[in-house]
Structures are given as structure tokens and as C-alpha cells.
């Protein structure tokens, strides 16, 4: 994480240049790019999570596969991320897609990124300044991706998980009450719920890292794995995990993969 302030002070500094990403994305609201040029912080580049922090959907490999790793690296070297600097990322809604940028980055081994705690409400409260409109084209970055550097599982292996399987959606979907995108309501069987939303405080920022610690240890005990409805807020749930202390893997297809599959069980208890 890196707070309002931090953030101003590198932004300041002339040791190194930042890259900074606003990644405003959210189910069912495609104005990211609107909201972007309706006030952003300035020398931010916009990310697109749906052409470029995902390759396209498909039944077959969810909602949002993860992109192709020289897709992502063309990209990344577009925004600006360059080998050696730092890369803040943001968005308007806790870090809920934000963190996608930051899960994949982390994942293609940049290890210097970092969340803004908050996001642009944070900022904004903060007293930063905003910029409207289009910014200047990034300088062309440099960085080599190689991914894998963070874990990944697959169907097979979520199936047969045998430590905590975290589903970071909403309770109600979890319990198969509700199924608002997806074919089939519910969950993996053996996965415990662990609502993405309750990594935050009131005021959108992340919990401190002794009380999600707490939190996660009180789930359950084992090797973590995390999925949600697309691989999009399970990146969320893994930066809460690493805040406290845990590593945790990505199920990238998550319940978009799992219910187009009609041999996969599904639990609703």
C-alpha cells in the first residue's frame, strides 16, 4: 500500500519517476474512461481492465482469462512502466480493480507496486490535486514481464484444494441466493466465503494488517487460494492477504470458468 501522502512526497522527490495507473473499472459500468477524463490525478495513465489487464472471455476460460504475457508487457511498456522505477495504481472503489493491475504486474515480476490506499476518494481528501482531460502520451517504458512470479491454480487444483479456498464474492452469491452474470449459483464445493468487501474500512481503505490477519486465521488454516466471479476482486483479496502477512494463489477463471462447466459440482451450503 502507499497512502495519499506517501504519495505526494514521491511524486515530489527527483530520485525516480513514477508510474502512476488509473485503473477505474466496475461490473456493469463501462464510463472508466469517462471518469478518467472527468478528473484524475495528475500525470496518471487510464488502464482499460477489460482489453488490457484481461484477454478476451470465453465460457471455456472465464470472464477475464489473464492476458497473453507479451500482451501484457506491450501494455505495461505503453503506460510508461519502466524497469527499475516505481508503479502506484488506482481506481474509485477501495482498490477493488486496481488491484488487477497490481496482481498481474507483481505476477510478470515488477516487484516495486504498490496500491493507493483508497484510491482517488483518499486523494481527493487529502487535498491532491486533480487533472481533467487527456494527459500527454507516456514516455515509451522499457520493462521485461516474466511472469509467474506469483501462484496460480487451475480448475483441476481448486477441485481438489486441500487448505482454505477463499470465494471473495458477495455472501449472497456465495450461498447461491443470487446469480447476477453466471449460469449456476453458488460455490466451489470446500470453499469458505470471505466477502472481498470486508477487507475495507468504512472509508474504502484497507483494514489494518492485525486485523486482517485476524480475520483470515480465523477461516481457517492451510495454503490459501482465492478465486471470486472473474479473477478481478480475488487480486483484492490477495494484496489484504499480503498485508497480513499471507501468500496466497489465484484461481483466475473463478466462478465464470467453474459454472460454464457442467461437470464441476457446485454447493449452495
Known amino acids: 500500500m502507499i497512502s495519499p501522502g506517501e504519495l505526494r512526497d514521491l511524486l515530489s522527490g527527483n530520485e525516480s519517476r513514477v508510474c502512476l495507473l488509473d485503473v477505474r473499472w466496475a461490473l456493469g459500468d463501462p464510463d472508466g474512461p469517462q471518469h478518467y477524463l472527468d478528473g484524475h490525478i495528475p500525470g496518471a495513465v487510464f488502464v482499460?481492465?477489460?482489453?488490457?489487464?484481461?484477454?478476451p472471455p470465453s465460457p471455456a476460460?472465464?470472464?477475464?482469462?489473464?492476458?497473453?504475457?507479451e500482451q501484457l508487457q506491450r501494455c505495461a511498456r505503453s503506460w510508461g512502466v519502466t524497469t527499475?522505477?516505481?508503479?502506484?495504481?488506482?481506481?474509485?472503489?477501495?482498490?477493488?480493480?486496481?488491484?488487477?493491475?497490481?496482481?498481474?504486474?507483481?505476477?510478470?515480476?515488477?516487484?516495486?507496486?504498490?496500491?493507493?490506499?483508497?484510491?482517488?476518494?483518499?486523494?481527493?481528501?487529502?487535498?491532491?490535486?486533480i487533472a481533467v482531460g487527456t494527459e500527454a502520451e507516456p514516455k515509451q517504458?522499457?520493462?521485461?514481464?516474466?511472469?509467474g512470479a506469483l501462484p496460480v491454480i487451475d480448475a483441476e487444483e481448486a477441485a481438489e484444494w486441500t487448505g482454505l479456498l477463499l470465494d471473495a464474492r458477495a455472501g449472497e452469491r456465495y450461498r447461491g441466493e443470487v446469480e447476477p452474470i453466471d449460469p449456476r449459483a453458488g460455490h466451489i464445493p470446500g470453499a469458505i466465503s470471505?466477502?472481498?468487501?470486508?477487507?475495507?474500512?468504512?472509508?474504502?481503505?484497507?483494514?489494518?494488517?492485525?486485523?486482517?490477519?485476524?480475520?483470515?486465521?480465523?477461516?481457517g488454516t492451510g495454503p490459501v487460494a482465492v478465486y471470486c466471479g472473474s479473477g478481478v476482486t480475488a487480486a483484492h483479496q490477495i494484496a489484504a492477504l499480503e498485508v497480513a502477512g499471507i501468500r496466497a494463489a489465484l484461481y483466475p477463471?473463478?466462478?465464470?470458468?467453474?459454472?460454464?462447466?457442467?461437470?464441476?459440482?457446485?454447493?449452495?451450503v
Not at 61 to 69: E, I
Not at 141 to 147: A, I
Not at 253 to 266: F, L, N, Y
Open 48 to 55: 482499460d481492465l477489460e482489453t488490457e489487464l484481461a484477454a
Open 194 to 219: 470471505a466477502p472481498t468487501a470486508e477487507n475495507l474500512t468504512p472509508e474504502g481503505t484497507f483494514r489494518p494488517a492485525a486485523e486482517l490477519r485476524a480475520r483470515f486465521e480465523a477461516l
Open 61 to 69: 476460460r472465464g470472464r477475464h482469462p489473464l492476458p497473453a504475457p
Open 141 to 147: 517504458g522499457d520493462v521485461v514481464l516474466s511472469p
Open 84 to 129: 527499475g522505477e516505481p508503479v502506484v495504481v488506482y481506481d474509485a472503489t477501495g482498490g477493488m480493480a486496481a488491484a488487477r493491475a497490481w496482481w498481474l504486474l507483481r505476477w510478470g515480476g515488477v516487484s516495486d507496486v504498490r496500491i493507493l490506499d483508497g484510491g482517488l476518494p483518499a486523494w481527493e481528501r487529502s487535498g491532491g490535486p
Open 253 to 268: 477463471g473463478s466462478w465464470s470458468q467453474w459454472a460454464h462447466d457442467p461437470e464441476r459440482p457446485v454447493a449452495t
